[in-house]
């Protein structure tokens, strides 16, 4: 019998999961289906909970739901509990299991699919909500000399440098994890991440000239079009990164947990930029 997946999220009609998957799927020779779900913005935790009566193996949960899913999962992995936020569910014979891909996703597609490596680089993280802290933890595992995080409203962000220490046995590598708003930004990074919702906006957050150090990259997390934040970079001579790459890493990594086989990413990429 075909094992059923799904994403939910509200909205969720134009999700790229659903083809993402179904690469992955028709590459690995699994059998399995994977569908987009809106759940009511009232009614995650009992939609999850019919698909799960149905017989649905797992799902992963986008915007708004992450936090809910974190709340639902009745065992976590630890870089779920470091981010609070939940994008991948396992339905288990013992439970839910709730783990967060994004990170992870992130780290993939920087130092795999863009060349990067980070260890011993300066690192900008901009932003302090939901996506921010998703991929806090997972960049300091890879050892960077520094990562900042800027926010527009800094105490948000030094809130998420106490939290992001927090999580016993899994050292920061060394690395100085520091916090500020944009005013208190200085020197050159070798790496720019855009968490904020800036972009969604089509604003640019308030960055300083002489940001990006030779050969930076600028990373924005979202896709699908060219962002403020990304002309400034290019403008500035940096490398440009968008965030298609660490959706289908992200992927890639829960079809890993679900299925136990890892898909080649690369094609998928490829095939969701020429779409
Ligand atoms: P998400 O879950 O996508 O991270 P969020 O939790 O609402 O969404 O967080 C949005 C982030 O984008 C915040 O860091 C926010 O800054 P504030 O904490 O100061 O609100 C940031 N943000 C949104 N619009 C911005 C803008 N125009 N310039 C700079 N930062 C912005």
């Not at 690995?28 to 779900?37: I, V």
């Not at 440009?240 to 086989?261: H, K, S, T, Y």
Request: proline share 5%; glycine share 12%.
């Amino acid at each position: 019998m075909t094992d059923r997946y799904a994403v939910f999220g509200n909205p969720i009609a134009h999700s790229k999961s659903p083809r993402i998957h179904a690469a992955f799927a028709q590459q690995t020779g699994q059998d399995l289906s994977y569908e987009a779900l809106l759940a009511p913005l009232d009614g995650f935790a009992a939609a999850v909970a019919e698909f799960q009566r149905e017989g649905g193996r797992g799902a992963n949960v986008t915007v708004p739901f992450k936090e809910q899913a974190f709340a639902l999962a009745q065992r976590l992995s630890p870089r779920a509990r470091a981010a609070g936020a939940v994008n991948t569910l396992k339905f288990e014979a013992d439970g839910v299991f709730g783990d967060n891909t994004d990170g992870v996703g992130l780290v993939d597609d920087l130092t795999g699919n863009l060349g990067l490596a980070l260890a011993g680089r300066r690192i900008l993280l901009m932003g302090a909500g939901g996506a921010a802290r998703g991929v806090v933890l997972p960049l300091l595992e890879q050892a960077p000399a520094e990562l900042f995080i800027v926010n527009r409203t800094a105490a948000k962000a030094y809130e998420l440098v106490a939290q992001a220490s927090l999580p016993a046995g899994r050292p920061a590598a060394g690395a100085t994890l520091t916090a500020g708003g944009y005013d208190d930004l200085s020197g050159s990074f070798d790496l720019v991440i855009n968490a904020t919702a800036a972009s969604l906006a089509g604003d640019l957050p308030p960055l300083p000239a002489g940001l990006f150090a030779e050969g930076a990259l600028a990373y924005d997390m979202m896709y699908g079009r060219d962002t403020p934040f990304l002309s400034f970079a290019r403008a500035a001579g940096a490398r440009c990164g968008d965030g298609l790459g660490m959706l289908v890493e992200q992927a890639a990594e829960a079809f890993c947990l679900w299925r136990g086989v890892r898909p080649a990413t690369a094609p998928v990429i490829a095939l969701l930029r020429a779409a």
